[in-house]
């Protein structure tokens, strides 16, 4: 018998909502993970994934990597066998090491991302990486790079949102390409309900937040440039612009104007499919302010996806709703808004070699290259992930391309690797969350010790690090050492204890006010609205009404969001999961399933020039005509060797080589 204990921590997942959780135990030795009722989000519920999840598959020691595994079989085919930490590590070490003395660390690649979002197993193996000169595959190309250029360009950063504190003082809340009620469902429950003011909610699929909301401006895929200048043109002509605004904080708004007359909203009826009534009665309700505008992940993953960011935001900037209580914007709030210094995380500084990171659109060519010798992927399931498929499957194959993957399950990735290092979950150790929405600290605790032999990343490199016979004290700086440091950089007295009981605190204790100073980071220290360095970057010097072609003949544009009952690819070898998973696999509006004799429940087939998949049709008026939806990242299905990926021609959008997987166009046939 041992003691019973409540352990109280975070979910790290990227996700919204970083909901506060308690690991029970029994005095039986029984553990359950639920939800915090303390946590001010979450108010003690889990999602539904994680609730199964934590419960199932990831405290599953048969589900879970246990021991360092080293390929015996061919590479994908998934066979190994068990080694102990001290072979694997020197034979990775040795390796690695010749490569570099060969080749260049830049020789080496790594893909990495937010497999789990807490700062020490999340960034902290950057430290590593700086120091070899490793060839970064930048992670934000896969998800939302072209927003973040955007915003910077525009507004000098993308990481400093409003505080969603503040929302008591908003008037009109617009959620742009965002979907709450599935990548935030406690910010859908509860935050959302602490506003009386309107909701306007701009998506192509009327998901549940969509549904709930006082307006849903349902625009056709890839057209929010188009439906952001037709709000502008109503604004414009009720004489709503903001022009003291304009003129003391803002540039370039004389290169903007001049379009607006054009951009009627019956001419955005037309291209966007929004009624025009709806586009006036929308456009009034954000002018009038104070008003919040939630920038979305998914609107910018299109090929107009750089321009969508800037057409869209204008808004805040030609209504002056920034820089007053209860108006702003949000992307994503980084660890920065509460004091972290990423230059210290990453110890920046070791890297030498500089040597410049690839896109994810790219990683397959760049791995088929002979150039390439290396690859090491930690916290990411790019063979799952990624674009093209078929292509990086068949570069991962490559027999003289040395592999290590860092995992908690065998995935996809990991089939391919020549080593596969067994990492510990985030119940298993002591770490920080810096949520990306509230402007929060919460602590990571340790509930139970690691699976097997696994490891947190952070420790498992600096192993690594020792074998390769590196010597910098930064790549061996303890666990407790950086937790110190960082809660001391966010907020000075705190400490680790202090927040364990806490579990989550607000930080600053006073809601901020976005941009209260008008302190842009922009070269002109003013908002960017048009101008020479978007032309530097590829884009014109104006945002303009942008709009994707439609698809041609019967093809469909297939969207892939994130999924109710998947966090990108995780969960997706649970069992219980897999069961829910089985209703639907690609949805479509009952008059383009007619159009193409597919029943409800019957296997169809998705294709396009570089791919094709069967998956299982469920039929929803919530989905456009004209578009398809398969939500993203499910592991390929028992008997199914490719996911929605196989589709993923890995198209750019218009700006940072980010991705446009939103503007794949697919046929849809019977099976
Ligand atoms: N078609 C399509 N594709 C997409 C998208 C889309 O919308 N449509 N969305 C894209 C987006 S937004 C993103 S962010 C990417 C996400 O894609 P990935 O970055 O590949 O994310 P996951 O699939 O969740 O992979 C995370 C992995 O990290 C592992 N993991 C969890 N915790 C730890 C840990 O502590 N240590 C280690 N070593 N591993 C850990 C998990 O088991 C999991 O296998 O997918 C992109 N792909
Ligand atoms: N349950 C769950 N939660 C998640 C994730 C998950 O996989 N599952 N993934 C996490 C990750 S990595 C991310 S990046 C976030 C993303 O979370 P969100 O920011 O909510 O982004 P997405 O879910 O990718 O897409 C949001 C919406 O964009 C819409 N959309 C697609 N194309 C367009 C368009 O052209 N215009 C407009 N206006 N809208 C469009 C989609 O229909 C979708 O409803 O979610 C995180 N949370
Ligand atoms: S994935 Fe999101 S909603 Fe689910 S428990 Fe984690 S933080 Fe909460
Ligand atoms: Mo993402």
Redesign the pocket.
């Known amino acids: 018998m041992q003691s019973a204990s409540i352990i109280r921590t975070t ?1 790290p ?1 990227d ?5 506060g ?1 308690l690991v029970k135990t029994s005095s039986a030795g029984e553990v359950s993970v639920v ?1 915090d009722p303390s946590h001010a989000l ?1 108010h003690g519920a ?2 539904g ?3 199964i999840a934590y419960n199932g598959v990831w405290r599953d020691a048969k589900a879970r990597l246990s021991t360092p595994l080293k390929r015996v079989g061919a590479k994908g085919e998934g066979r190994f066998e068990a080694v102990t930490w001290d072979e694997a590590l020197a034979d990775i070490a040795q390796r690695l090491n010749t490569i570099r003395a060969k080749n260049g660390g830049g020789s080496i690649l790594q893909t990495h991302y937010t497999g789990t979002c807490s700062l020490l197993a999340g960034v902290v193996p950057m430290r590593f990486f700086n120091r070899i000169g490793a060839t970064e595959v930048d992670p934000d190309t896969v998800c939302n790079k072209a927003g973040h250029v955007a915003l910077q360009l525009m507004y000098g950063e993308s990481m400093r949102g409003f505080d969603t504190r503040t929302i008591d003082g908003t008037k009109c809340l617009m959620i742009w390409g965002a979907n709450p009620a599935t990548s ?3 910010v859908d429950e509860h935050w959302l309900k602490q506003t009386k003011a309107p909701i306007i909610v701009v998506d192509p699929i009327r998901h549940k937040t969509a549904a709930a909301a006082d307006m849903h401006l349902q625009l056709y895929p890839g057209t929010d440039g188009a439906l952001a200048f037709a709000l502008l043109h109503v604004i414009a002509a009720a004489g709503r612009i903001d022009r003291a605004f304009l003129k003391a904080h803002t540039q370039g708004w004389d290169e903007i104007e001049p379009q607006l007359a054009a951009c009627t909203p019956a001419v955005g009826e037309s291209i966007t499919g929004v009624p025009a009534a709806l586009i006036e009665k929308a456009a009034l309700a954000y002018a009038s302010g104070p008003s919040l505008l939630w920038m979305g992940q998914g609107f910018q993953r299109q090929t107009y996806g750089g321009n969508a960011m800037r057409a869209v935001g204008l808004l805040p900037a030609a209504s002056g709703n920034i820089g007053k209580y209860g108006a702003g914007f949000l992307y994503l709030n980084g660890w920065d808004t509460r004091g972290v210094d990423a230059g210290y995380l990453t110890a920046s500084h070791l890297n030498t070699e500089q040597s410049p990171a690839v896109s994810h659109m790219d990683l397959a060519a760049r791995l088929e290259q002979p150039a390439t010798k290396a690859l090491v992927t930690w916290n990411n399931n790019i063979a799952v992930s990624s674009p093209e498929q078929r292509r990086l499957r068949s570069a991962l194959a490559r027999e003289d391309l040395l592999q290590v993957t860092l995992e908690l399950f065998a995935t996809d990735t990991a089939k391919y690797a020549d080593y596969v290092l067994p990492a510990a979950s985030f119940l298993e150790f002591d770490d920080v969350v810096m949520p990306y929405f509230n402007s929060c600290i919460s602590v990571q605790a340790a509930a139970m010790p690691p699976t097997g032999q696994s490891l947190p990343n952070q420790e498992i490199f600096r192993r690594l690090s020792k074998a390769m016979g590196l010597t910098e004290p930064e790549l061996f700086e303890s666990d407790t050492s950086i937790i110190a440091t960082l809660l001391q950089q966010a907020k000075p007295g705190l400490d680790f204890a202090t927040l364990a009981k806490a579990g989550t605190i607000f930080y600053p204790e006073t809601p901020a006010v976005q941009f209260a100073e008008h302190n842009y980071k922009t070269a002109s220290g003013k908002i960017e609205l048009a101008g020479q360095s978007f032309v530097d970057v590829g884009l014109p010097r104006a945002p303009f009404a942008s709009s994707e072609p439609r698809p041609e003949g019967r093809e469909l544009r297939m969207l892939s969001p994130a999924s109710k009952w998947l ?1 990108n690819s995780s969960y997706g070898n649970d069992p219980k999961i897999i069961k829910q998973l089985e209703a639907g696999e690609v949805y479509l509006h009952p008059d383009e399933a007619k159009a193409r004799g597919l029943a409800s429940g019957s296997k169809v087939r998705l294709s396009n020039a570089i791919g094709d998949i069967t998956l299982r049709l469920a039929l929803s008026d919530d989905v456009p005509r004209g578009v398809v939806l398969a939500h993203k990242s499910r592991w390929p299905m028992p008997g199914a060797s490719e996911n929605i990926n196989a589709l993923n021609p890995g198209t750019k959008a218009d700006l940072a080589d980010s991705c446009a997987v939103h503007s794949i166009n697919v046929a849809v046939a019977p099976a």
């Open positions: 979910c997942r996700c919204y909502d970083s909901c959780l939800g979450a889990l999602c994934k994680c609730s935030a469902p406690h966090l």
